[in-house]
């Protein structure tokens, strides 16, 4: 059965605090995503990589980083956490295939940050 | 700036009858649009998608409409099932995906 696991569903740190959120997938799959979730807002994507040290904004990267040293795993890092980082986090994978960048997205259960 | 928009943040549906859902974007470069799901505490999982050269796909009880010249999109349930109450996204893609903003469909046995 084909994955992308998140290794923690819920955490609360405190304002300025470093975060790491991991993400590893099992699908071979060349691309990852971070998004985040938010109430009225939807699914915005933070970074995403096409391959392995490759990495590329999205939409909203202000304040979070990424690293991807092996192709299965993406991590995501909240330098010093703010309160309004407050959410539930995304990581998708795909294939690359016919369609680049935007093949079928497989999603983890998602990390819920809350930052007090 | 939303390109993709559900304006509809929730919907409320009985069992057995039809859901429909709606999507609007705005950039005419979207080429390839896509239905996820979500039910709470899980993460979005694929439903449906349509390239942006059909103007119907279905499958199964899921059909998604394509209306490039409307700029909308919309995924007809048929019927629906209380087992379809979650929150669906659309998404467009012309390179990366865009998320429009989720509908909470609810239904009612």
């Known amino acids: 059965d084909v994955k992308v696991t998140q290794s923690s569903r819920y955490l609360v740190k405190r304002t300025g605090e470093k975060v790491f959120l991991e993400c590893v997938q099992d699908m071979d799959h060349e691309n990852m995503f971070w998004y985040r979730q938010d109430p009225g807002l939807g699914l915005r994507l933070i970074y995403f990589?096409?391959?392995?040290?490759?990495?590329e904004k999205g939409d909203i990267p202000e304040g979070y980083s990424v690293s991807r040293e092996k192709k299965e795993r993406f991590s995501l890092i909240l330098e010093s956490a703010s309160t309004n980082q407050t959410s539930m986090y995304l990581c998708?994978?795909?294939?690359?295939?016919?369609?680049?960048?935007?093949?079928?997205?497989?999603f983890g259960e998602g990390s819920r940050l809350t930052v007090l | 700036d939303q390109q993709v928009k559900q304006n509809s943040p929730s919907l409320s549906v009985q069992e057995g009858r039809i859901s429909i859902l709606n999507c609007d974007y705005t950039?005419?470069?979207?080429?390839?649009f896509l239905w996820y799901k979500k039910y709470p505490a899980e993460g979005p999982t694929f439903l449906i998608s349509i390239s942006s050269i059909k103007d119907k796909n279905e499958d199964g009880r899921f059909t998604v409409f394509l209306n490039k010249s409307a700029k909308h999109l919309s995924l007809h349930i048929v019927p629906s099932q209380p087992g379809d109450s979650a929150v669906y996204f659309c998404a467009a893609s012309s390179g990366k995906l865009i998320f429009g903003q989720g509908t909470e469909l609810s239904v009612k046995p």
């Open positions: 990589s096409y391959d392995v040290k490759m990495k």
């Open positions: 998708a994978s795909s294939s690359s295939g016919a369609r680049g960048q935007t093949g079928e997205l497989f």
């Open positions: 950039n005419s470069m979207f080429d390839y």
